[in-house]
């Protein structure tokens, strides 16, 4: 039986694995006893282990940092395969479907993780079982490897995995897009704030991870204002204080211009309309002053850059002012025409000068991948032989799973031109892209291991 058949027949157990997964609401969050990233966690790792014993694999489990499946019962790993089975946070009130619990629509399954990085896996997963079932035989042994603080951007799942197995030669994660990533800019997600003496402003709230645009944020105000309210403005009066919630638009942070951010919306209906003291403004304008209302490229910190690999984007993506305090955090992604240091020095220096404390920074260098080996080659002609369309690499801004591995490389499973909602409420993928991509994939694990 030919693979792409194999599959066909296979998508009602594709979809099944992939429900299971969806429905754990798998956020990292700290450690819980056993459980490093937390129960939930821990629960859609134990899922996905239990779904691969199911399906014929051998699967381990690294103390609930990572968990991994092998094609073969035994032999070290010529390709490995790395994927994250943790999601970022919900806004349910903005989903149009219950965002954990899968569901199916015109060919589109909906729920938190279908694209990022559930659908994915399973897609993987179930490449190597058509390659095991339709009798291919492989000379070395093929490792699907699923960590579970992908979203958190600390890659503790990932160094901890490597502390108790090695990993591949020769690596892939399907966490990004068609047809194959080799290089990715570099990325800093940094913190500031400090002390602020407002009048009126007693807290401001808003974001959720630092990697993605701010969707909703909310400030209470010690006193009634009037403002004009809309499907994005809100207001609620109550004891005499008044609390204006304002809502954006969601984006993954390496293309922040696809989003709005909430904060800017905030600070302009507070100028506009609160009738602040001179201290709440110049808080606002101090952060604006760092954040310009619109701008995504870091102008205002003097890092905006272009080059073959990309620009830079910056993203305020994370605020919090309570009892007089300040914490901001911040996520920028950089072209290879500077350094990690570089960046670290003019951030420093440009949120000194808006009169705020640095806290610190962390990040990565730029990712680059020579796209002329082998491994490369062989992941192009996968992708153009089932596809029929053309493969060639590319930059992107956004840190894959790889970023951090040695010769890594991102290959799907995104499809250029749809928006599959990442990040965002309503996230999706369709079934066709499901069954494509687990072809793509058991495709490159022939060549490269067959």
């Known amino acids: 039986m030919e693979i792409r058949e194999y599959l066909k027949e296979s998508a009602g157990e594709i979809k099944s694995a992939l429900e299971r997964l969806v429905k754990i609401p798998s956020v990292s969050t700290g450690p819980c006893g056993n459980h490093p990233f937390g129960n939930e966690c821990a629960a859609v790792l134990d899922e996905f282990l239990a779904i691969a014993e199911e399906n014929g694999f051998t699967a381990k489990n690294y103390g609930y940092y990572a968990g991994s499946a092998d094609l073969l019962p035994e032999g070290e790993a010529k390709l490995g395969i ?89 690596v892939f994660t399907p ?147 309570e009892e007089g305090r300040l914490s901001c955090k911040a996520d920028m992604r950089f072209p290879v025409a500077f350094s990690k240091g570089e960046a670290v020095e003019k951030i420093k220096d440009a949120v000194e000068k808006a009169g705020f404390e640095f806290f610190g920074a962390t990040g990565s260098e730029p990712h680059c991948v020579d796209e002329n080996g082998d491994f490369v080659k062989n992941l192009l002609q996968s992708y153009t032989e089932v596809t029929g369309k053309p493969g060639y690499c590319k930059a992107i801004g956004g840190g894959t799973y790889v970023h951090g591995i040695d010769g890594g490389v991102a290959f799907g499973m995104e499809i250029e031109g749809e928006d599959n909602h990442i990040h965002g409420a309503d996230e999706w993928i369709s079934m066709d892209a499901l069954l494509t991509s687990s072809e793509i994939f058991a495709n490159a694990i022939v060549k490269i291991c067959g």
């Open 82 to 170: 790395l994927a994250h089975l943790d999601v970022v946070p919900v806004s349910e009130k903005d989903w149009s479907f219950p965002p954990f619990e899968m569901t199916e629509k015109d060919g589109k399954l909906y729920g938190r993780g279908c694209e990022d990085d559930k659908g994915p896996l399973v897609a993987a997963l179930f490449a190597m079982k058509a390659v095991r079932e339709c009798g291919f035989k492989l000379k070395r042994n093929v490792r699907l490897i699923a960590g579970c603080s992908e979203e958190t951007g600390s890659e503790t799942d990932i160094r901890e995995y490597m502390k108790r197995a090695p990993m591949p030669e020769n």
């Open 175 to 321: 966490d990004a897009e068609f047809p194959v990533i080799t290089t990715e800019k570099g990325m800093l997600r940094f913190s500031f704030g400090g002390d602020a003496d407002c009048g009126v402003i007693k807290s401001i709230k808003g974001g959720t991870v630092v990697n993605a645009v701010p969707s909703e944020v909310s400030a209470v105000l010690d006193k009634e204002i009037i403002i004009p309210q809309n499907e994005n403005i809100d207001t609620i009066y109550e004891n005499g204080s008044t609390t204006v919630v304002c809502k954006g638009k969601s984006a993954h942070a390496s293309t922040p211009e696809q989003g709005i951010n909430a904060f800017n919306v905030l600070f302009k209906v507070l100028l506009k309309y609160a009738d602040l003291p001179e201290n709440d403004k110049n808080m606002i304008n101090r952060l604006l002053r760092l954040f310009p209302d619109g701008e995504t490229d870091a102008t205002a910190l003097g890092l905006s850059q272009t080059d073959n690999s990309g620009s830079t984007t910056c993203v305020f993506s994370i605020i919090s002012f």
